[in-house]
């Protein structure tokens, strides 16, 4: 079946380091891409979102990056700070529609070292 | 007004109870979303209501009940639930089907004992 999963369950930087989050997903038909940030006893704040006829979209501190050659999404975050330490899910809209749905991948944790 | 607000913040129900959760929006969006999370999981699914109608039902058991009094406010009434049932729930809203500015709620920690 379709899916969305990250490659790496943990990341660990240093404060001040830029940090790479790696999302990969399956379903060709995604045409919207999310990234969350959910931290303890929250609920998924959103980051940045970006849409398949785009490849790169900046916001404040953070990139997304969309490569849908190979179905890969990535978050980038400059300058990692201690505040930045949470859960990242991406998320996609599966096949479109106004039924369609927003798929979760698994999450990674970011933790950033003082 | 650009929150999901979510009530209770917690929730502890024996497995008799009949209890309910409450979200609110004041966004205009139309499309709201209730959705469970398991420790370390990612959010899973559970109601889509577009325009008031419920549109998505994802096999949620027949003990969680949604409701959607009008297009602020969404309801999901709890009935005999089962300790599994214990997670966090998740409302969320967006403009439309198509998820733009798609918003989540701070939850409701439900304990069922």
Redesign the interface.
């Known amino acids: 079946g379709e899916s969305v999963g990250l490659h790496l369950p943990t990341l660990s930087v240093q404060e001040g380091d830029n940090s790479i989050i790696n999302c990969a997903y399956s379903n060709s038909a995604s045409d919207y891409f999310i990234w969350y940030k959910q931290e303890s006893g929250k609920g998924p704040q959103f980051i940045i979102d970006i849409r398949s006829n785009m490849d790169k979209r900046q916001g404040q501190r953070v990139t997304v990056l969309l490569n849908k050659t190979v179905k890969h999404l990535s978050l980038q975050i400059a300058a990692t700070q201690p505040g930045d330490s949470a859960v990242y899910f991406c998320a996609e809209n599966g096949s479109g529609g106004a039924n369609s749905k927003l798929t979760f991948g698994k999450g990674i944790t970011l933790s950033v070292r003082p | 007004d650009t929150e999901?607000t979510?009530t209770p913040k917690h929730l502890v129900m024996g497995m008799t109870n009949k209890k309910s959760l409450k979200c609110e929006q004041h966004m205009g969006h139309r499309a709201m979303?209730w959705y469970k999370q398991k420790a370390?999981?990612?959010?899973e699914?559970m109601f889509?209501y577009?325009y008031e109608k419920l549109?998505?039902n994802e096999s949620v058991p027949s003990r969680f009940s949604p409701e959607c009094p009008n297009s602020s406010l969404l309801n999901l009434h709890l009935h005999a639930l089962q300790p599994e049932d214990s997670a966090?729930y998740?409302c969320?809203s967006s403009q439309?089907?198509?998820?733009?500015g798609?918003?989540?709620?701070?939850?409701t920690?439900l304990t069922v004992v």
Request: glycine content about 12%; proline content about 7%; aromatic content about 18%.
């Open positions: 999901v979510q979303y370390k999981k990612p959010p699914l889509v577009s549109s998505i966090l998740l969320a439309d089907g198509r998820f733009y798609y918003t989540f709620g701070s939850g920690r």
